[in-house]
């Protein structure tokens, strides 16, 4: 399932017309514009299968699939090598990792951009969203360097965000305020 792969760009593009495909049916034969004005696709989460510090956590730092290789080698320096830890910039150098997340977010937003054309396909109207963070726009779970963020809301009509989590001392660790501040200026360069 790596976001570099060709195969899971054509699953998602799939999945979406599928999914407006059936909404078109039960409206007997025309997609329901009046009804369905915006379109979530998909979920903040990107970089992470399980959350961190559980065992199940899985990041994209380890996505060793021959798509996320080969992407890397096509545009990496010569001499930089693909960063086979999470953290540790000592091994592999900050290069190697701000070229794999910068490559990553390209590829996300670049798959994410895939089913927004094919909801405008279905409905030219229709607003395609998505939650692009949750506690912490740094968070190694959303984005870790920025450019996700910046990607993601070059690609999307609107910028959404999640707020929480929100316990009882409030705002967890006073990052949600921050999140919103920083997206908002985000919304705001990109008119959205």
Same mark, same amino acid.
């Given at each position: 399932y790596s976001v570099f792969s060709p195969i899971t760009r054509e699953r998602m593009r799939a999945r979406v017309r599928a999914q407006l495909a059936k909404w078109t049916r039960a409206n007997g034969g025309t997609f329901p514009t009046d009804v369905v004005v915006a379109v979530r696709l998909g979920d903040e989460i990107f970089n992470a299968t399980g959350w961190l510090g559980r065992p199940a956590a899985s990041l994209p730092?380890?996505?060793y699939s021959a798509s996320a290789l080969a992407a890397f080698?096509?545009?990496?320096p010569a001499g930089v090598t693909y960063p086979r830890t999470l953290g540790a910039e000592e091994f592999y150098g900050s290069d190697s990792y701000a070229q794999f997340l910068y490559l990553f977010h390209r590829a996300a937003a670049d798959y994410l951009k895939g089913a927004v054309e094919e909801a405008h396909a279905v409905s030219p109207s229709i607003l395609a969203f998505r939650n692009t963070t949750r506690g912490d726009v740094w968070s190694e779970m959303n984005d870790h360097d920025g450019s996700g963020q910046e990607l993601l809301t070059q690609v999307l009509d609107f910028v959404h965000l999640d707020p929480y989590p929100l316990t $009882?001392?409030?705002?967890?660790?006073?990052?949600?305020?921050?999140?919103? $501040?920083?997206?908002s200026g985000l919304a705001r360069r990109y008119g959205k």
């Open positions: 730092l380890w996505d080698v096509k545009t990496t $009882a001392r409030g705002y967890a660790d006073g990052c949600i305020p921050f999140d919103m $501040a920083y997206l």
